[in-house]
């Protein structure tokens, strides 16, 4: 008969025995991060978060969840994408303090960590045992995503990449194969090249218009400029000459890019370039479009997944459940438009709390729960989100969009990140507004990179050089031709 | 000898006497001096400081750079343009605004049925904020989901794609739409309370005399409402050359810079980009600018005298 106090003993024993042959990393970084944080309890965080549906994630459900695993307070404080950078920095320069935990696009990581606006987070990491954790999220984002100048300042959060959809009801249809065969010598096939896409674009506008057309896009220059960026990209463009630092944005290719892009808005519904991200996607669900590209919900809300949620009713009901495949944009390398990372302000007064708070959001077991969450936007990012036996099971098609997804995440291209990203991105965003207000291609293409080299001689060219380069050796910034 | 020691000495013991009551009266008038200092004076002061330094995203350079950020302005070819599409929208608004606020303020001079509840629902687009506004009207003019192309679809009687805030020859109509909409309703309810107080007999002395509407107008009316009309004409030019909202809501100054203003490419310098102390010498230019034009404007309307 073993007595209580033998039992306490063998327990301990065992206990003690269990935590030293157990590796650390097997130790569960969102339990770490619950445990540790539990002495904030009464603290609030604040986190800056996307406006609109990203941040029902804290509000409903990981917010909620972590005040009640902690007792802390998350107070979430929405802001428009566009006004992200302008608001985390004036909280930064001001020295208010008022930001704890961030959401930061990827690339402006250099402007904030050299800005020092972002805390370095290894430190953090290794106290609370959480590096072995991030090798397990995608590889592309794992390395392209974190770090700033070798340090981490920033967890890859979103797996934010572009995804063709396309009717496979149509592409399947025998007669538009027929004709199609009649009409080019070619399988009616969903297009690998951007020759491909203008010719089977063009041929089902021809046939089904104005019921149906071809294509579809978001045209909105914030939208757009991405578009420009992985297909410049894809047809073998390079931004600058990595010797010179000139701007190289009005090569052959990118004229030939922004030609073509004009030429394909024929085939597209009337008034496509006023499209942005909800117009476009009321075309594809309404079935007035047969192929798209966008980001991952697309995929998720055209199969009907969420859209019953009361957040979600805006999204216009789809008309084209079980007729959607997903495949890679043209050219095979998808932008990894935007994402999102989760990092902590520097002027953060709680900056423990907030790290613990990120960990645990970022943690697998956590990030799972996140990435299936329908009404908000964040995409699959570690290895696991893919092949994840629920998520697999969330609506028929569902493991061919996390097929897509997974290969997309492997071949994606980042977006350009250099210092004062945004000034670059400015001049594409005129160039893209002048494309579709009809001004000659290579006009605005020589007006961009002009613009462009001002910008890095006053931003000092040795200085933008060296972050280039840096950025161009990284796994996704160009193709492997 | 006396009388004159007695006044003297009267006259200095309400000197003494008056002493603490001018006091008080500073006293009265400090909190609202102070205040005034510090939301208007200091930020002015410190901008002026801050645009000889060199601030930017990258740098909290606080030193001393000379003229620096004042030359640059002369070679921002971009900064011009900017307060030249300004100008241009200002010299075609205010006097449409003036003129259809006018018109509008004689239609409703006299009495009619049913006249403060068209004045109070003609008053509402000046109720809302212009960001709402212009956002509005984006919508409106959405190829897609709007009402305009549709109505004029309907009287071409085909569909019309018209991309109202895409296509160049489009955009500044659809600014000065939104902006006359917004905006008439403001000149109309001055000039209408001006309009009111032009004294009705010299009007009919000159109707008796067989003065015609244009003679009596210019002749007696104008003259009248002169005075309001020029402030109402300064208060909607300030707004027209610090207009944002609308722009930043319709175009965000596209297509590529084609309308964008001097309040949106600063904007765009010192939010987005952070050209904190170049954004100052901007401000700076505009305040010069504003400044010579309104005391320009004041003395020819004879407003001060």
Request: glycine share 8%; net charge neutral; charged share 20%.
């Amino acid at each position: 008969m073993i007595t209580r106090r033998e039992f306490g003993k063998y327990g301990l024993a065992a206990g003690l025995t269990a935590g030293v042959m157990r590796p650390a990393w097997a130790a569960d970084a969102a339990d770490i991060a619950v445990k540790a944080a539990q002495k904030y309890k009464g603290t609030t965080i604040s986190i800056v978060w996307e406006a609109g549906l990203q941040a029902l994630d804290p509000i409903h459900f990981s917010g909620p969840k972590w005040k009640e695993l902690t007792g802390m307070d998350v107070k979430v404080v929405e802001v428009q994408t566009a006004e992200m950078f302008t608001k985390i920095m004036q909280d930064y320069r001001s020295g208010a303090g008022g930001y704890d935990a961030l959401n930061v696009v990827p690339s402006w990581m250099p402007d904030l960590a050299q800005a020092g606006a972002l805390e370095v987070l290894d430190p953090y990491v290794d106290k609370f045992g959480y590096r072995d954790a991030l090798k397990t999220i995608a590889p592309v984002f794992r390395d392209n995503w974190m770090k700033a100048n070798g340090k981490i300042y920033a967890f890859p959060d979103d797996g934010d990449v572009f995804l063709m959809y396309y009717r496979t009801d149509i592409f399947g249809d025998p007669k538009l194969q027929a004709a199609y065969r009649a009409k080019t010598g070619k399988d009616l096939a969903v297009p690998k090249t951007w020759a491909e896409f203008d010719s089977v674009g063009q041929f089902l506008t021809d046939k089904l218009a104005p019921k149906m057309y071809g294509a579809s896009f978001f045209r909105q220059p914030p939208y757009a400029i991405f578009m420009f960026e992985e297909r410049f990209r894809n047809e073998g463009g390079k931004f600058f000459d990595a010797d010179t630092m000139k701007a190289t944005i009005n090569s052959p290719i990118a004229v030939k890019v922004l030609t073509d892009m004009r030429a394909e808005n024929k085939f597209m519904p009337p008034g496509v370039e006023q499209f942005g991200f909800v117009e476009n996607l009321a075309a594809f669900l309404q079935g007035e479009s047969a192929m798209t590209i966008s980001w991952p919900p697309y995929g998720r809300w055209a199969e009907g997944y969420g859209t019953d949620q009361e957040a979600l009713k805006w999204v216009p009901k789809t008309t084209i459940a079980g007729k959607v495949g997903y495949a890679l944009p043209p050219g095979g390398h998808p932008e990894l438009a935007l994402g999102f990372d989760l990092a902590v302000a520097s002027t953060s007064r709680h900056k423990e709390a907030a790290y613990l708070f990120i960990q645990w959001l970022n943690s697998p077991k956590i990030s799972l729960e996140r990435v299936k969450l329908p009404y908000t936007l964040r995409d699959p990012f570690r290895e696991a989100h893919y092949t994840d036996p629920g998520y697999l099971s969330l609506w028929p098609n569902a493991k061919y969009y996390l097929a897509a997804l997974k290969k997309a995440s492997e071949t994606g291209l980042l977006d350009l990140s250099l210092l004062q990203t945004d000034k670059y991105e400015e001049v594409l965003r005129q160039m893209m507004s002048r494309l579709w207000a009809g001004d000659d291609p290579k006009a605005i293409a020589d007006k961009a990179a002009a613009d462009w080299d001002a910008v890095t001689k006053r931003i000092g060219v040795a200085k933008q050089q060296a972050v280039y380069k840096a950025w161009a050796a990284g796994s996704g910034a160009y193709p492997k031709m | 000898m006396a009388q004159t020691a007695t006044l003297e000495a009267r006259a200095g013991a309400t000197a003494i006497a008056r002493q603490p009551d001018w006091s008080f009266r500073y006293w009265l008038i400090a909190p609202a001096v102070f205040l005034l200092l510090l939301i208007g004076l200091f930020p002015l002061i410190y901008s002026l400081i801050v645009s000889f330094q060199g601030i930017t995203m990258m740098t909290n350079d606080t030193s001393y750079q000379g003229f620096v950020n004042y030359a640059r302005l002369f070679e921002d070819t971009r900064l011009w343009w900017s307060l030249a599409h300004t100008l241009l929208i200002t010299a075609i608004a205010l006097p449409i605004e003036l003129g259809l606020g006018l018109a509008m303020a004689y239609l409703f001079l006299e009495p009619m049925r049913g006249r403060q509840v068209f004045v109070s629902l003609l008053v509402v687009p000046t109720v809302i904020s212009p960001i709402v506004a212009g956002s509005t009207w984006k919508l409106m003019f959405d190829n897609r989901y709007g009402p305009i192309n549709q109505i004029i679809g309907w009287l071409a009687g085909h569909p019309v794609v018209a991309l109202w805030t895409v296509h160049p020859k489009l955009v500044y109509p659809a600014i000065i739409v939104c902006e006359i909409w917004q905006w008439t309703p403001f000149m109309f309810l001055i000039l209408l309370a001006a309009l009111s107080n032009v004294d009705r007999s010299q009007l009919e002395a000159a109707e008796i005399d067989g003065a015609g509407f244009w003679r009596t107008f210019r002749l007696i009316v104008l003259p009248a409402i002169w005075p309001v009309m020029a402030i109402a004409l300064i208060i909607r030019g300030l707004d027209l050359v610090r207009i944002f909202d609308i722009i930043w809501a319709l175009t965000m100054g596209g297509p590529g810079t084609m309308t964008e203003t001097i309040s949106v490419y600063t904007y765009i310098q010192g939010f987005q980009q952070f050209e904190i102390s170049y954004t100052a010498a901007i401000a700076f230019l505009v305040i010069i600018f504003l400044t010579v034009i309104v005391i320009a404007v004041i003395r020819r309307a004879g407003l001060v005298k």
